[in-house]
């Protein structure tokens, strides 16, 4: 309750819930609070960690319904000034819940309380002690002697735990468990002097870019084109070297997390600065020290992927994204942030210049670039004077195919083989066969839980659903008719490796797929052997495709484009072009030229010949003519709400009511169209269903959309599906 004398005052305060809005409670009297500052709040049954937006609000509920935070975690706001407006930014444009925002924003220790300063509390037990002297059902007190037992344990190493720091407490009163704080441990201040291992001297189109980024004063956004090879790496060593001299930081964000180390040691021959990797393999503590060296301003280089446009930075200098186009910059769950369009975001607020690079630039960058809102960079020839690529499309039609390929295509890997060099055949389907078939009777295996066929993985003798993950033993006979002659139809790259394997007896063959180097370090070990000419026949997924150079490889084979062409998917065409390019880009180098073979049965299609003769300039260009007179983005905005359920018509008719809201409130020119099924209607025992609404402004698009938001979250129209909203989305499955 509160009375007229409290001295409460009353707090807005973010949680990581689905809800786009913050939660009042009473600040108690001594306790003192600015926004960004965490506190410990009661929610539900529990307790939670958010994150204060505003202090002294008109409070949203009754002020008898308010109850009091529990404590205040930080003493200064968690984030920096510019990150915290990066987050705030980005779940207003994205319509997400700041809350949650939040949360993703932070490493997960953060999430779950720990100190953020970098000072830590460790436990210890005091030497000699025992549980001996503890009730049989003090469960909490019994566990944490049994862990300390074991070793040390410092306050950011408690979550998960059966026990909490008031149990330490209770302990360290009883005289069994001392504590101390301690300074985390950082690597040393970054203070000796930045010195540069010096690098090829630039060519012309080089010291352009160079001399660009290096003149910025202030947000500059850059897109450097280049083709794979043309030295744009050696670009961004060049820009970096002037910032860090400079003592600034900077931060490098990449697709692929198989690509930091190499791109790591490339730094690190260069420079001498502390640098560190943020990826998967951490531990949340080591996340947590890399975050907290970040921000102190202890690594001179940050490089990591999505996620990482979210690390704290001391003294900002230089943002770079590198392969710009690459999809997995965009979260597809949760929170449905671009990495690339925040880092751009970024850079404006920490007011530095940004370099995003790539061989095939996103249709939406470059026509940044056509509205003078990025300024291009373009290194047009492989750098050194290694070749270009030579492409030749295959016919396939009426072609007799042995391992899925055609006689010339045969003959051109042998030729190539029988010179020594390496042969790379790209195949973006892995397992043995994307289907299981009845030669009797015509059954095929499906997924029980998703309109979808199950594929053949014969190496592990199982059906595996590569949507739902769900796999059984592969069947001996068919079920229907109980014949033996079960076949798997159309290939995969295990029945590819196996196939090439008897067809070139003396090459070894090694496959890079993601069953194939499932086990750790077997992706390192695979690309070693191919370095150092283990192998020569190369089979790969789209695993293969991504910023790894295999100088020896002379020839690629891209067995199957004619899906891309023909899909339902606008940005098909886009990917497929980039695909190409991309794979293009690993061959090959000075002495020996490259050549990229395409298998297509409609070796016609307008955009491919324009690919091919003309090269990815000209069918950007015209891909981005097609999407202005389509209005597609870039030329408007789209957002696409997703349904699923366990029944169809409960995802339907949630939909058809979020469709019925759209249109009553539809500016002029609004687009909604749907409920339509999913691409993948039925996943995991779910039916899935989507609403796609598009206009062209993408601030009045947002306006449209956030009061049937708040009307969604208000009063939904029922509960039996669960919403997602995804603005700019660039994947429709
Ligand atoms: P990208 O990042 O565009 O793929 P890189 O920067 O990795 O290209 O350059 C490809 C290769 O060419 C590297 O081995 C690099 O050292 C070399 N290289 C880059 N620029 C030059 C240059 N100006 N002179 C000589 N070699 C260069
Ligand atoms: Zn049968
Ligand atoms: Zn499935």
């Not at 207003?92 to 970098?118: C, E, F, I, K, T």
């Not at 779910?686 to 959309?705: E, G, I, N, S, T």
Request: proline residues 7%; charged residues 20%; aromatic residues 6%.
């Amino acid at each position: 309750m509160l009375n007229n004398q409290s001295p409460s005052r009353i707090i807005r305060v973010y949680l990581a819930t689905p809800l786009r809005r913050g939660f009042d409670y009473l600040l108690p009297a001594p306790m003192a609070v600015q926004p960004g500052v965490r506190v410990w709040v009661p929610f539900g049954n529990g307790k939670r960690v958010g994150v204060v937006g505003e202090v002294d609000v008109a409070p949203q509920v009754a002020l008898d319904k308010l109850k009091p935070i529990d404590s205040v975690i930080d003493s200064a706001p968690v984030l920096p000034a510019a990150l915290n407006k990066l987050v705030r930014w980005a779940a207003d444009y994205y319509l997400h819940s700041p809350g949650d925002a939040w949360h993703q924003a932070m490493p997960v220790l953060l999430r779950q309380g720990a100190n953020a300063s970098g000072e830590e509390l460790y436990w210890q037990l005091k030497a000699g002690a025992t549980s001996s002297g503890i009730a049989k059902n003090a469960k909490k007190q019994l566990a944490a002697i049994c862990c300390l037992e074991q070793g040390e344990l410092s306050d950011n190493e408690l979550a998960g735990k059966d026990f909490d720091r008031a149990t330490l407490r209770t302990l360290a009163d009883k005289g069994l468990v001392t504590f101390e704080t301690r300074q985390h441990q950082g690597q040393p201040f970054w203070t000796q002097p930045v010195t540069v291992q010096p690098g090829p001297r630039p060519n012309p189109e080089q010291a352009v870019a160079i001399t660009a980024i290096n003149n910025a004063q202030g947000f500059a956004p850059f897109l450097l084109e280049g083709v794979t090879g043309s030295g744009k790496t050696e670009v961004y060593l060049s820009a970096m070297s002037q910032i860090l001299k400079a003592g600034q930081q900077v931060l490098v964000l990449v697709p692929e997390i198989s690509l930091t180390p190499q791109t790591l040691r490339r730094f690190q021959k260069r420079f001498n600065v502390p640098m560190a990797l943020l990826h998967s393999g951490l531990t949340d503590n080591e996340r947590l020290r890399v975050w907290r060296q970040a921000r102190d301003g202890d690594l001179g280089i940050v490089i990591g992927t999505r996620s990482a446009i979210f690390t704290p930075l001391a003294r900002p200098g230089l943002i770079i994204v590198d392969e710009e186009h690459d999809a997995s910059f965009k979260q597809q769950e949760g929170f449905r942030y671009h990495g690339r369009d925040l880092a751009v975001v970024r850079a404006q607020l920490e007011k530095v210049p940004l370099v995003l690079g790539s061989a095939t630039p996103a249709l939406e960058s470059l026509a940044n670039c056509d509205a003078g809102k990025y300024q291009k960079l373009t290194l047009s020839r492989r750098a050194g004077n290694a070749s270009q690529v030579r492409f030749d499309l295959i016919d396939v039609k009426h072609q007799p195919l042995k391992a899925g390929m055609s006689p010339p295509v045969l003959a051109a890997i042998k030729a190539h083989l029988a010179r020594g060099e390496q042969v790379l055949v790209f195949l973006n389907r892995r397992g043995f066969s994307p289907t299981l078939l009845c030669h009797e009777c015509g059954w095929i295996a499906d997924c029980q839980r998703c309109s979808a066929y199950p594929t053949v993985h014969k190496g592990r003798q199982r059906l595996i659903c590569h949507h739902c993950g769900s796999d059984r033993p592969l069947p001996q006979q068919c079920p229907s008719c109980g014949s033996t002659q079960l076949v798997g139809v159309g290939l995969g790259t295990e029945q590819l490796e196996n196939e090439l394997s008897a067809l070139f007896p003396d090459y070894k063959a090694v496959r890079i797929d993601r069953d194939a180097t499932r086990r750790k370090g077997s992706l390192e070990s695979a690309l070693d052997g191919i370095r150092q000419g283990q192998y020569q026949l190369l089979i790969g997924t789209q695993m293969l495709a991504k910023g790894h150079h295999f100088p020896d490889v002379t020839l690629v084979v891209l067995m199957d484009v004619d899906g891309a062409l023909y899909s339902a998917d606008f940005r098909a065409a886009e990917r497929l072009a980039q695909l190409v390019v991309q794979v293009a880009g690993r061959a090959g180098r000075a002495d020996k030229p490259g050549r990229l073979l395409l298998q297509s049965h409609h070796p016609e299609h307008p955009l491919l010949s324009q690919l091919l003769t003309n090269g990815y300039g000209a069918f950007a260009e015209e891909a981005l003519l097609e999407r202005r007179q389509t209005y597609l983005p870039p030329f408007s905005a789209q957002a696409l709400f997703r349904c699923d359920a366990l029944k169809a018509e409960d995802a339907q008719s949630l939909l058809e009511a979020i469709g019925q809201l759209l249109q009553q409130s539809a500016p002029q020119g609004g687009w909604v169209l749907g409920p339509l099924p999913a691409p993948l209607e039925r996943r995991a025992g779910k039916y899935r269903f989507q609403l796609w609404v598009q206009y062209q402004d993408k601030k009045a698009l947002r306006q449209w959309l956030a009061p049937v938001l708040s009307h969604l979250e208000n009063e939904p129209p029922h509960r039996r599906a669960n919403w997602t909203l995804d603005l700019d989305p660039i994947d429709s499955a």
